[in-house]
DNA sequence: CAATAGTCGACTAACTCAATCGACTTAGTG
DNA sequence: CACTAAGTCGATTGAGTTAGTCGACTATTG
């Protein structure tokens, strides 16, 4: 049930951009920097989730990347898709990629897998990034403030 | 966020075992039969599940698998960290296997993560597999009579 | 003692993951 | 318009994991 690295980067970098949405285009270098990603590893990212829609970029001095809509339109369980696939823990419960069991009406574990990937979509598509952000923005306060 | 199939197998043998409770123990072969699990695959699997307490056997003919305690004792998160390891998406929100990221203090996601891994470990807790063996029955019971 | 059934460790092929590279395109600056 | 700073794209790699196999061994029963 673990989360794929990449799937984890993509999380940080979009938090990134978030808390940085309406300023400037940031630069892979500096997403890279901030949130201790590799930086050619990074840039394969960014460019799936640019493919997918939720960054645009600016190529040229001062360009960079920026996401395309607000960051309350985006939540979690979109990125994570994106990078890794289907949140379900089997495909015979997977509402994006769903198939087959062989004795899936006799099968008394199918339902228990279901809460699963209800439980958890709940969660990531509840999360959006504006609220991420939000939450990052006070954790730093508060750390800043104590100590 | 998937299941790997040695968890789903381990979970299908361990039910398919919770289902002849109180019986004669069963033998590789049988489970294997009964949820199309590679029989060769199938007995790393048990004996894995052996080594970890949660089943006994016995060799020779008439001999078997069998639980070392009742289904109702057994849930399926124990079985799936037996195979899998810890249930969390990643390891700084893993209570059976924590590890610390470096920007830990002001990570707006750490919260998130640790919801889902909540989440995932209360229905995973919660299933036994005494209920899944009920839900089984109910679900084949149904059949019959249905179609 | 022959047949049955679990035990153990090693092995492998295929695949996935994380990361890297080189060559290319586009955009701004002087 | 040349130079340089960026993003773009496809290919490739190395390490590691996964799913599955194998052969030789040990214990039990009849
Ligand atoms: S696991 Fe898919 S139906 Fe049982
Ligand atoms: S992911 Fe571990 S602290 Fe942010």
């Known amino acids: 049930m673990r989360l794929s690295t990449k799937g984890e980067y993509a999380s940080r970098a979009m938090l990134e951009l978030s808390l940085h949405h309406e300023e400037k285009p940031l630069h892979i270098r500096d997403i890279s920097k901030a949130q201790d990603i590799p930086e050619r590893f990074l840039e394969q990212i960014l460019l799936q989730l640019k493919r997918a829609g939720y ?50 009406s006799s099968c008394g574990l199918k339902g228990l897998w279901k809460e699963v990937r209800d439980a958890v979509a709940k969660i990531m598509e509840t999360a959006t990034f504006e609220e991420l952000a939000e939450r990052t923005r006070a954790a730093r306060a508060g750390r800043r403030r104590g100590a």
């Open 55 to 104: 960054l645009r970029s600016r190529k040229g001095p001062n360009g960079g990347y920026y996401l395309s809509k607000p960051p309350a339109e985006i939540n979690v369980a979109e990125v994570i898709r994106v990078m890794d696939g289907p949140l379900a823990p089997i495909d015979c419960v997977s509402v994006t990629a769903h198939e087959v069991c062989p004795h899936e």
